[in-house]
Every structure is written in C-alpha cells, then in structure tokens.
DNA sequence: CCCGTACAATATGAGAATCGTATTACTTCA
DNA sequence: TGAAGTAATACGATTCTCATATTGTACGGG
C-alpha cells in the first residue's frame, strides 16, 4: 500500500463505490452459499456461524460466543445442544472456574463441511493463482482492514 | 493482473489460505454488523438478506426472491408480509401476467438503514482512501472474481 | 371457444427457533 | 460465613419456517 495518487477524483469516487457495493454483494453471496451447505449438513443458519467462531476462535465460552454473534445467551444454549447433538462440537466444564464452560469444535465432522466448500476453495484457488504475489499482498491487507472495520462498526453498534 | 511470478511457492500456499480464511471471516463479520444493523431496525435476520436483494436486484418476484435467496416461496410470503408492513418494500401486481408479483424495494426508509452503516461506510471510504488507483482496481476485480466464485458454488450446491 | 394442465402466490397448520425471565450452581469479596 | 454477582440453563410465550392445500391466472390442443 504505497501513497496515494490523485488520478481522476470522480474515477476514484466511483471505484470506491463499487468496492463497497461488491463487499455487500460479496456478503449476501457467502451467505447464500452458507445456506446451501448448512441446509446440506442439516445446520441451521445462526448454528453455522455459531460453529465457525467456535472452530476459528478456539475453545470459548458460550456466553463469549452469544456476545461475539450478538445473540441471547439463552439461544445460545440450544444452538449448542444441536450442535452439540449433531456432533459438531463438544461442551467442556471448565476446571478453573466450575460454573463455566468451554465449546469445542470436534475434528469429526469438519471434513464434510470441507467436502461441501469444496467447488469455492479450488474457485478461490484458480483466481488466487492469476495474481501476483505483490497483488495478493494488497488484496489480504484489504480483507483485513475490512475485517477490522466490519468489527469495529459492529462493536459500535453493540455498545450503544 | 498481470502473470504470475513464480516466488516461494510455500509462502505463496500460504498467503493464498489467509485470504480464503479471511473471506470466510469477513462473511461472519459482516454477517454479525448485519443482525445488530436489523435489530435496530426490527429486521429479522432472512429479511435483511431479502431486502438487500430486492434492492440491488432491482423489482424481482417473490419466487425470484425465494430461488436467489434459497427459501421456500412459503416462507418468502412471510418475510414480504413483514417486509411490506414495516414499508420496506412494495407489492405490485405484474401487469403482463396477473399471476405474477413484483416486488420494489421503496427509497423511504433507506436512509434509516444508510445511517446505521454510516460507521461502516466511512471506515471503508478510509481505507480505501489508503490505497493507490492500481491497488483498488485489483482489490475490485478480486471481489468480482469472489462472488462470481460464491454465486457458481452455491449454484452448483443448489442445483443437485 | 373451452377445457385440462401448468404455474404464481398465498392461506393454513404443525413443528421448530428465539428470547425474556426464573432457576441452579458456583465464585468472590466483605 | 453470608451477600452479591456471574455462568449456564430450564421454561413458556411469541414468532418463524416450511410442507401442503387453495385460489386465481395463463396457455396450448381439441
């Protein structure tokens, strides 16, 4: 990410727009696909993205997951019995402190969700492949200011 | 994008997994900025997906609606009804074949909605604000590229 | 022209999910 | 030790989803 160059201010403007038009379009896009796959594996909507902040952000807590997917902690509950039922994750007591505790993601099953995913890893593989290195560089810089920036205007949101 | 340079295929490997791992979190993120966006606004999590679509897809059926967004048509009746009660959007009967519904996204409330993402909105003006025209075009065309990805594998899902 | 078939949207009812509140079990601090 | 706080969950009322049935409309063949 060098410094910027002025260009056309009405260009720049409108590629500015289009990324952030992508980035929705992007978003309902995925999650579309999600709905396929979870409706593939039996999982509902909510329990997948549940099981993703789970087998991403390591072991956490169940109340941890509700305050990250903004949900109630009493969903919460049922979201991991099915998971839970299903097989997808695994509910710990934690030893230090025994009110609480962890949800794991199991190994088990994930390998079918891969098997699902699929046809978009190898998609995402082929158009990795056209870029050069310096190019996927500003592109993974990008996801994760966005990344950051979708954080931080849901943690705003959160608070208020 | 320009051919690729051959470089460390290891940490090419690499690079390439953060940006599908990143993506994956991105489409959590925003899902998540999605459900605080449509608590404030009473929009239940389905209804937020739909409206968007209505409203980057132009007047579509509610059949259309349901076969893009992967729902029954029954459930699309419901989530119209809401929709349309709360003013979202409106039904209009299609002239050519009364049969048919169309359904229109109405500007009145959007603002609402703009104002919600406002955050967000500005957060992504920045950073796009650090990056050179030639970055953002390749930032652009690889979001182009991904949801062209997400829509062929979420097709291919729904198809079989 | 009319009838049978096909199709779009919606009504209906059964089953499932969500969330506010109450409850249980445990910790922590006075 | 006991009072207050916290984590998870049980429970019930409300809401959502979806399979099926129904209604209204189009269209092609006789």
């Known amino acids: 990410m060098s410094s910027v160059t002025p260009g056309d201010a009405r260009a720049r403007r409108r590629l500015t727009n289009e990324i952030k038009g992508d980035l929705r379009e992007l978003r309902n896009q995925l999650a579309m696909l999600n709905r396929q796959v979870g409706a593939r594996l039996e999982l509902n909507d909510v329990d997948m993205d549940c099981l993703d902040l789970i087998?991403?952000?390591?072991?956490?807590?169940?109340?941890?997951?509700?305050?990250?997917?903004?949900?109630?902690?009493?969903?919460?509950?049922?979201?991991?019995?099915?998971?839970?039922?299903?097989?997808?994750?695994?509910?710990?007591?934690?030893?230090?402190?025994?009110?609480?505790?962890?949800?794991?993601?199991?190994?088990?099953?994930?390998?079918?969700?891969?098997?699902?995913?699929?046809?978009?890893?190898?998609?995402?593989?082929?158009?990795?492949?056209?870029?050069?290195?310096?190019?996927?560089?500003?592109v993974a810089g990008f996801l994760s200011r966005a990344i950051e920036a979708g954080r931080g205007a849901t943690e705003e949101l959160a608070g208020s």
Chains 1, 2 share one sequence.
């Open 55 to 138: 087998s991403r952000h390591g072991p956490l807590s169940p109340s941890a997951v509700a305050r990250r997917a903004g949900l109630h902690p009493a969903t919460m509950t049922g979201i991991l019995d099915r998971l839970e039922r299903a097989g997808w994750v695994a509910r710990e007591r934690d030893p230090a402190d025994r009110r609480g505790v962890t949800v794991r993601a199991l190994p088990d099953r994930a390998g079918e969700m891969y098997g699902l995913l699929a046809g978009m890893n190898s998609a995402m593989d082929d158009i990795c492949a056209g870029y050069t290195d310096a190019e996927l560089d500003v």
